[in-house]
């Protein structure tokens, strides 16, 4: 229970905490990835797609790398992009949409 509470709280700060992902067995069957690693990894598998906040969501969401029940999801999806701009592992080829490999837009 309290490392729950650590978990949201760090989510909540905007600090990347790796998450063992807990199968219905209750065991931990692997280490998902969480915020810029989780997108890094995603954009990473399809290099030459032009992406929006709203499709990274959606596909994180669906491999169970955010939670959809999370208070503040989208806003901390762009701020993880922002982070990939900035760092220049990220491309914005237009307003809201991002790239891996600007040749390929």
Not at 9 to 16: F, S, T, V
Not at 40 to 64: H, M
Not at 100 to 105: A, G, K, Q, S, Y
Request: net charge positive; aromatic share 2%; glycine share 10%.
């Amino acid at each position: 229970m309290l490392e729950r509470k650590l978990l949201k709280r760090a989510a909540k700060l905007g600090i990347e905490v790796p998450v063992a992902a807990v199968g219905s067995t209750g065991r931990t069957d692997a280490v998902r990835p969480t915020g810029v690693g989780a997108i890094r990894a995603l954009v990473s598998e399809e290099p030459t797609r032009v992406w929006n906040a709203r499709d990274i969501q959606t596909c994180l969401e669906q491999r169970g790398w955010v939670s959809s029940g999370a208070q503040h999801r989208r806003q901390g999806i762009e701020a993880a992009i922002s982070r990939l701009v900035r760092g220049g592992e990220l491309q914005r080829v237009a307003r809201g949409r991002y790239c891996v490999d600007r040749e390929h837009t």
